[in-house]
């Protein structure tokens, strides 16, 4: 199975900004779309961020414009630029990928362990 292992995450004051990373234990390059999500206390976890094989990309509403998702096949890598950091971005944050079917294995999502990113104002 693929493993995911984020990293990147820690503190930071408002306005500062942080580069997620999230390493794939093989090539990507099969791989479908990859997502990054994220969790507060309290809250459901919600998608942050998404690129597709293809490299369509979509954003969540709060984080357009301070967000950036990118992905290097080459580095088997999956990467989350943050901006404008804002003390509500504070969550454990998760890398998600859609691992397509082979032909000794059925598709399947693959999920890291998360990071903490805490914004402080």
């Known amino acids: 199975q693929v493993q995911l292992v984020e990293s990147g995450g820690g503190l930071v004051q408002a306005g500062g900004s942080l580069r997620l990373s999230c390493t794939a234990s093989?090539?990507?390059?099969?791989?479908?779309?990859m997502n990054w999500y994220r969790q507060s206390p309290g809250k459901q976890r919600e998608l942050v961020a998404s690129?597709?094989?293809?490299?369509?990309?979509n954003y969540a509403d709060s984080v357009k414009g301070r967000f950036t998702i990118s992905r290097d096949n080459a580095k088997n890598t999956l990467y989350l630029q943050m901006n404008s950091l804002k003390p509500e971005d504070t969550a454990v944050y998760y890398c998600?990928?859609?691992?397509?079917?082979?032909?000794?294995?059925?598709?399947?999502?693959?999920w890291g362990q998360g990071t903490q990113v805490t914004v402080s104002s």
């Open positions: 093989r090539s990507i390059s099969s791989v479908g779309a």
């Open positions: 998600n990928a859609y691992i397509k079917a082979t032909s000794t294995s059925i598709p399947y999502i693959s």
């Open positions: 690129i597709s094989s293809g490299g369509s990309i």
